[in-house]
């Protein structure tokens, strides 16, 4: 579990191709937490297009982006790997692994197309598959008699506190996400609230994620 309290990463896995002067570019992602598991992912990317001219790659894992790296796989020295890891850098991502597979068109880019090429190709992709802010969160469950429900869920619907679920039993328990730094303040208002009538318990931390807007 991390502890950062929030980062940006890549939804989900995903592909999008463009092309340019006749070479197809396909941008590959995926979520990755270990180098380990960026390389497995970079090699099953190079086995599904073991036919393409290049597969060009490029990942960054860690709290502190720790590990970095990037492989041209054959592109000029610093045309390809760099360019996109530069992407991912500026997008602030994390465990984020990138696989740009090209099928050359027989048209040459030279070196400040191919690094406009990958490049571009990168920053398209993430758009089309998408980026997400994790925060962590702390699921606070909050139990209340059923004469709280409507109140209860009315007021957490319109803050700022997410609801995940509702359990309905002998009594009623709202599993809410709230920010670690925002416990204490939210312990409060739920006290208030309820008039000090509500069982407020800390349950598991989780990371919250929330779509960010294209670049």
Sequence with gaps: MKTIPSYFTVKQRGEHEIVIQKSRFIAHFARVETEEEAQDFI????????????????????????????????????????????????????????????YFGGIKLGAGGLIRAYGGATSEGLNAVGVVERKRTTIMHVKVDYTWLGKLENELRGSIYPLKEIHYADTVTFDVYVKDADVPAFTDWITDMTNAQADILEGEKLYLETDMPPR
């Design 43 to 102: 090699q099953e990317i190079k086995k599904q297009h073991w036919s393409a001219t290049h597969n060009c790659s490029a990942y960054l894992i860690g709290e502190q982006d720790q590990i970095q790296k990037a492989n041209d796989d054959g592109e000029p020295s610093g045309t390809a790997g760099v360019p996109m890891l530069e992407v991912l850098k500026k997008r602030e991502l994390k465990d984020t692994v990138v696989v740009v597979t090209r």
